[in-house]
Nanobody, 116 residues
Framework: VQLQASGGGLVQPGGSLRLSCAAS????????MGWYRQAPGKQRDLVAS???????NYADSVKGRFTISRDNAKNTVYLQMNSLKPEDTAVYYC???????????WGQGTLVTVSS
């Protein structure tokens, strides 16, 4: 599966951004979709994930501020990010994991910078 992420940019603290990730090349509903992020000098960590039937999981640091969703008809997963903080600054990666084989795919990453 190929993943194309978009929507990153520069935003002030307290602002909002929505990331999108379009998937192609395979059957979308067979994948758990997720967003990860990697700040400079740090490891890549899970931000949020969503199953094909809408079950979600969030990192504690983003609960109540970020919302992951997916549109199975459009093969797209979204990450709505509100109340952004400087510590949310990172490259955000879209991830797809097959529900049976556990094979994992990554998008190219999109940079989110939260700064005044």
């Amino acid at each position: 599966v190929q993943l194309q992420a978009s929507g990153g940019g520069l935003v002030q603290p307290g602002g909002s951004l929505r990331l999108s990730c379009a998937a192609s090349g395979s059957i979308f509903r067979f994948y758990v979709m997720g967003w990860y992020r990697q700040a400079p000098g740090k490891q890549r960590d899970l931000v949020a994930s969503i199953t094909s039937d809408g079950n979600t999981n969030y990192a504690d640091s983003v609960k109540g501020r970020f919302t992951i969703s997916r549109d199975n008809a459009k093969n797209t997963v979204y990450l709505q990010m509100n109340s952004l903080k400087p510590e949310d600054t990172a490259v955000y990666y879209c991830n797809a994991q097959h529900i049976i084989t556990r094979r994992t795919f990554w998008g190219q990453g999109t940079l989110v910078t939260v700064s005044s």
